[in-house]
């Protein structure tokens, strides 16, 4: 069975998320990377959102391979939640490995980060995402209306936690 691993975000990880972001259609999410040199920029902001507290990035790998990215970004009016966000290569699609990486990342936030709540917010078209939250036990709480963007378009996210 493959292995699913994730470890903090590296800048030398940039060549392969610029590929990544660059040869697939990301259809329910905006990827704000134009260039590789913008990715670095992204890579490079990492340590001091840790720091601060904003956001805990990881590379996810499979087999050693990097094949997506993942992340928990902090609540900066409520340090107790947390929102995860992944994404996958589309080569690597429908294998469960984001749904291994959400259960390492929830054991992060739930005992690293001490968070009391973590929620997921996906388009309410990404049916893949939606299973993810399902398969780790997440409930669904609702719908949060034009929450999301990609482009000049705001979509409707279903909204989905877990508290500790």
Not at 89 to 97: A, E, L, P
Not at 150 to 155: A, H, P, S, T
Request: charged fraction near 30%; hydrophobic fraction near 35%.
């Amino acid at each position: 069975m493959p292995q699913v691993k994730i470890r903090l975000q590296e800048l030398s990880d940039a060549e392969r998320f610029f590929e990544i972001f660059t040869q697939t259609d990301f259809e329910y999410i905006e990827v704000p990377v134009e260039t590789l040199e913008d990715e670095k920029r992204f890579l490079n902001l990492n340590e001091v959102k840790r720091k601060t507290n904003f956001e805990h990035n990881y590379s996810i790998l499979l087999d050693g391979k990097l094949v997506g990215a993942c992340g928990i970004r902090i609540d900066q009016h409520r340090p107790w939640v947390g929102e995860i966000g992944y994404l996958v290569d589309k080569d690597y699609c429908g294998q469960g490995i984001a749904t291994e990486a959400v259960r390492k990342l929830e054991k992060i936030g739930f005992g690293e980060l001490k968070l009391q709540r973590i929620a997921i917010l996906m388009d309410i078209r990404n049916l893949a995402s939606e299973q993810v939250a399902l398969k780790c036990g997440y409930e669904k709480e609702g719908i949060a209306k034009k929450i999301h963007r990609i482009g000049k378009e705001y979509y409707d996210c279903f909204v989905y936690a877990k508290t500790r």
